[in-house]
């Protein structure tokens, strides 16, 4: 199932997103063991407004398999045996990879660029709660200076803009939600496909907050300034200073979920490069 923000012709060149997200399931996995506090960050995502689905997205494919819920301000995903689809473009990904009964829920971020799969700069996490308990948010930081991927606030993955990240997405991009059965590869290599008997599967989204600059493909569309809650004519999550570098605080946050729950990195995947990447030299 896919929706997306606004029609096709309307594009985003930078964008922060929270999406609060809950998999619904017959199977509920363990949690991470870890029961320590995660770190406490600035509520970077309280700069942005709520939007409607109904005002910003449109359905993309799906018919009856994407269902609006509470008015409209959230909406579920389904997958079933029914719902079993431009490859020239650039993707920044949150994936929550499906898991074996006892087993820890994985979350995996990704870019690419070109369409090309080769060129996927992935990384893994385990989470510190079970995201099938709660909603949660998962956000996304894309400007001409970083790529930040963010849980619940704490940054856990940032990628920097430079000559050497040559898979740094910058074509203009659209936002799309999915629930997909990823059988051939996601859980063991494709070794434990999806049951379905345990079908419908649920992904559950709400609290849509998102800003950007529009853009028709050829050329920005206005400027990205403006805000709310206090915040307007100051709010650029393109080209604003306060959006360039994260924070000590959130760097302290980033150094807690990424030695505390990164398990894979494709730097470290001498299996999969005989040659690593030139920006994995200059990783922080």
Request: hydrophobic content about 35%.
């Amino acid at each position: 199932m896919e929706v997306s923000v606004g029609e096709q012709k309307r594009w985003l060149s930078g964008i922060i997103m929270v999406v609060s997200v809950s998999f619904v399931a017959a199977v509920r996995p363990l949690s991470h063991g870890l029961t320590r506090p995660p770190p406490g960050t600035e509520k970077l995502t309280a700069l942005f407004p709520h939007v409607a689905f109904d005002d910003e997205f449109t359905e993309f494919y799906g018919g009856e398999n994407v269902r609006r819920v509470d008015n409209g301000s959230a909406v579920n995903l389904v997958l079933d045996k029914l719902s079993v689809f431009p490859k020239n473009h650039d993707e920044i990904d949150f994936e929550l990879l499906g898991h074996e009964k006892q087993k820890e829920w994985v979350l995996q971020t990704n870019i690419y660029a070109d369409g090309i799969v080769s060129t996927g700069r992935e990384e893994k996490f385990y989470l510190w709660f079970d995201p099938t308990e709660d909603f949660h948010e998962y956000s996304i930081l894309w400007n001409d200076h970083h790529i930040t991927f963010l849980v619940d606030n704490i940054p856990i993955r940032e990628v920097n803009h430079s000559e050497v990240m040559r898979a740094y997405p910058s074509k203009p991009m659209s936002i799309h939600s999915t629930i997909w059965d990823g059988s051939d590869w996601a859980t063991r290599g494709g070794k434990k496909p999806i049951n379905y008997d345990y079908a419908p599967f649920v992904a559950s989204l709400r609290n849509f907050e998102l800003r950007g600059c529009a853009s028709n493909g050829r050329e920005p569309g206005p400027s990205c300034y403006g805000g709310t809650g206090g915040h307007e004519g100051l709010l650029d999550p393109v080209d604003g200073r306060e959006f360039a570098t994260l924070s000590e605080e959130q760097r302290s946050g980033l150094a807690w979920a990424r030695n505390g729950f990164m398990f894979y990195s494709y730097c470290d995947d001498a299996k999969r490069f005989t040659v690593m990447p030139p920006e994995c030299s200059v990783r922080r």
